[in-house]
């Protein structure tokens, strides 16, 4: 599951909405939105975040947050490390190799770190 996938699946629930009710609504299959929440489909698209925005009737900061969510959620990561130093490129290959085994406190530990040294902190 994507960060943006659980969002959307937290939202449906906060609202009680199916997943074929929301889908018959912005006129996709039930079956593409919950390959989204799963992090079986890639990004969605800028339309199709629009549409998802203006079903929940999301604006604002919300809006924004659900963007940002969109946007770090691409279940296919591919990193270029060209022109970092080693490090980088060991640090990418080693995560790329062992992110599938890593407990799930690992994962919250790394990424917390990562949070304070980068833009989505």
Do not use: C
């Not at 199709?48 to 963007?67: G, P, S």
């Amino acid at each position: 599951m994507t960060p943006f996938g659980r969002r959307m699946r937290e939202m449906r629930a906060e609202r009680e909405v199916t997943l074929t009710q929301m889908a018959e609504e912005i006129g996709v299959s039930p079956a593409y939105l919950s390959a989204l929440e799963h992090g079986k489909r890639g990004q969605p698209t800028f339309m199709m975040l629009q549409r998802i925005m203006a079903y929940f009737n999301v604006i604002w900061d919300e809006a924004e947050a659900l963007r940002l969510l969109a946007e770090i959620s691409d279940p296919r990561v591919t990193v270029d490390t060209a022109g970092l130093s080693p490090e980088a490129t060991e640090l990418a290959n080693l995560l790329a190799r062992e992110i599938a085994t890593l407990p799930p406190e690992a994962v919250a530990e790394l990424l917390g770190r990562l949070k304070i040294l980068s833009r989505w902190g």
